[in-house]
């Protein structure tokens, strides 16, 4: 059976955080505005589209970012809401596709698409020779 296999179209998951200053790209790059990255909001976006099908990937799988197509549509200060949604589009053997979009208290601030692969965790750490440590 694929990985793939429960997942289907509609599936979604949103993420709702509070813009902290450590979210802000003054915070990265010295001199600029104290609103919420972009980066940061692909992060959100991201962890959204991951929620919406984890429950429904096999024991052991998992998925992972692969591609963001976005767009940054309005600032967002500090002490704003954000929330990130995320709803798969369409599904694939290996690849999930996701509608992905973020919204403050006042408007929407983001919008695009992000395309998620599915992976075998121990299979993928192994082929990297990544080792988890014991405790």
Do not use: C
Not at 36 to 49: R, W
């Amino acid at each position: 059976m694929k990985p793939s296999a429960s997942v289907t179209i509609g599936m979604a998951a949103a993420v709702s955080i509070v813009v902290t200053p450590d979210m802000t790209v003054g915070h990265f790059v010295p001199g600029m505005p104290q609103v919420y990255a972009t980066p940061m909001m692909i992060l959100h976006m991201e962890m959204a589209a991951g929620l919406a099908v984890a429950a429904a990937l096999p024991p052991g799988y998992v998925s992972v970012g692969m591609s963001v197509d976005i767009r940054h549509l309005a600032a967002t200060p500090v002490g704003s809401r954000v929330r990130a949604l995320a709803r798969v589009k369409s599904v694939d053997a290996k690849s999930l596709l996701f509608e992905i979009e973020a919204w403050n208290d006042l408007a929407r601030i983001g919008a695009g698409t992000h395309r998620r692969a599915i992976v075998n965790v121990p299979e993928f750490e192994k082929r990297l020779g990544v080792h988890k440590a014991v405790a």
